[in-house]
């Protein structure tokens, strides 16, 4: 399965679409006044991943088998904060007159029995030297960053494991996925709602979203005590308890600031404007 300017075209496909991804959250950023991709990894799989791809959908291992049934050789993954972010890009690529979509799919709407979510998107470039014009096809990934935390989490459980042994850490990984399925939820109505505030005559709406958020980590905290990411989500937990702490004391002594900072993410702020109350 070698060709001598394999990895040289590979290579190409993978710096063209990481300059359409720079124009793209170039324009979105902005429109938006904030960073929206928070970062963007690329890969050429490797002789080994393709040949047990092939074998698995019982195709002959030879070099054309993987040009024709392997969509994926060359993947290029972009991270963004929010779930509205995926579809903004998305659109944007989409929407490129010298790309093609060939297959799009939605693991977002409707994620997969493991939990595992992103946007797919199958797309095809056209090559051109001298006179010749040849479609190079690649996979563009696009999740949040709460998305591909749990897809790290999914394949340093499940990398090279026995069958039994990924059968059993799938449930648990379900539970993840919904986890943070609810948090992109909760974080994405967060931000809609301090989208252009400057000051907040209540945050009452922002602190029950977060009570909500604190029960689904408490929960997750209570049923996985030996979890790899327990330390992960302690800190979080601890954070947003924090937050609720010092809400739960506010009255004419505190003044509420809301703003989306240039990084994308949003900040909401309690500030004392009579600190000598807190000395007593």
């Not at 392997?70 to 944007?92: E, F, P, Q, T």
């Not at 709407?109 to 006179?131: A, D, M």
């Not at 010749?132 to 709460?146: M, W």
């Not at 302690?234 to 240039?262: H, P, Q, W």
């Amino acid at each position: 399965m070698e060709n001598p300017d394999f990895l040289l075209r590979k290579n190409w496909v993978i710096s063209y679409l990481e300059w359409k991804l720079k124009f793209i959250d170039m324009e979105l950023s902005t429109q938006y006044n904030r960073t929206v991709t928070q970062k963007v990894e690329s890969r050429i799989k490797s002789a080994e991943s393709i040949t047990r791809k092939l074998q698995r959908k019982g195709c002959d291992v030879t070099f054309e088998k993987a040009l024709e049934k392997c969509s994926d050789i060359v993947g290029i993954r972009v991270v963004c904060l929010y779930s509205d972010d995926v579809y903004k890009i998305a659109d944007l690529l989409k929407q490129q007159k010298d790309l093609e979509l060939i297959k799009e799919k939605d693991y977002i709407k409707n994620p997969k029995k493991s939990g595992y979510q992103s946007l797919h998107l199958i797309v095809e470039v056209p090559f051109t030297y001298k006179r010749t014009v040849e479609k190079q096809r690649a996979e563009i990934q696009i999740r949040t960053v709460a998305m591909d935390f749990w897809a790290g989490v999914d394949n340093q459980i499940c990398y090279k494991k026995r069958e039994e042994e990924v059968k059993r850490a799938e449930g648990e990984l379900k539970q993840y996925s919904d986890v943070i399925a609810q948090m992109d939820k909760q974080m994405l109505e967060l931000k809609r709602e301090c989208e252009g505030i400057t000051v907040l005559s209540s945050a009452a709406h922002i602190y029950l979203k977060l009570l909500a958020v604190m029960a689904e980590l408490e929960r997750f905290l209570e049923e996985y005590k030996e979890s790899a990411v327990r330390e992960d989500v302690l800190e979080l937990y601890f954070e947003v308890r924090t937050f609720i702490s010092v809400y739960e004391k506010l009255d004419e002594n505190y003044t509420i600031y809301a703003e989306l900072a240039g990084d994308g993410r949003f900040l909401v702020r309690l500030f004392c404007v009579n600190p000598a109350v807190n000395l007593k």
